[in-house]
């Protein structure tokens, strides 16, 4: 089993920034490909970014590139997930996700899923 664990959501206004944070536990955690989706209200989850195991490679979903950025520290099993410019569209509860696969872009290829952390961005 694999558990992760969000952090960092909250409230911004239009143009702020936040960092998230995704820490991952078990003994197979390692072993896995980080990525974060985001359910906006009303809405269907959706993709966000997703990086390799190792963190050579990331993936972005194309309307936020240059915005987000995601990234892994190995040492401590946690992934981050830093939003700039941030719009009242990207309100959302965003989730963090594991996956065995070389890197994830997909719900169906989640194997492990946190709680959510709410980020709410004001007009």
């Known amino acids: 089993q694999v558990e992760l664990v969000e952090s960092g959501g909250g409230w911004v206004q239009a143009g702020g920034s936040l960092r998230l944070s995704c820490t991952a536990s078990?003994?197979?955690?390692?072993?896995?490909?980080m990525g974060w989706f985001r359910q906006p209200p009303g809405k269907e989850r959706e993709f966000v970014a997703a990086?390799?195991?190792?963190?050579?490679?990331?993936v972005y979903a194309d309307s936020l590139k240059g915005r987000f950025t995601i990234s892994k520290d190995n040492a401590k099993n946690t992934v981050y997930l830093q939003m700039n410019s941030l719009k009242p569209e990207d309100t959302a509860v965003y989730y963090c996700?594991?996956?065995?696969?070389?890197?994830?872009?997909?719900?169906?290829?989640?194997?492990?899923w946190g709680k959510g952390t709410l980020v709410t961005v004001s007009s």
């Open positions: 990086i390799t195991r190792g963190g050579s490679t990331t």
């Open positions: 996700a594991a996956a065995g696969a070389i890197i994830v872009r997909t719900t169906a290829q989640v194997n492990y």
């Open positions: 078990g003994r197979t955690s390692s072993g896995y490909a």
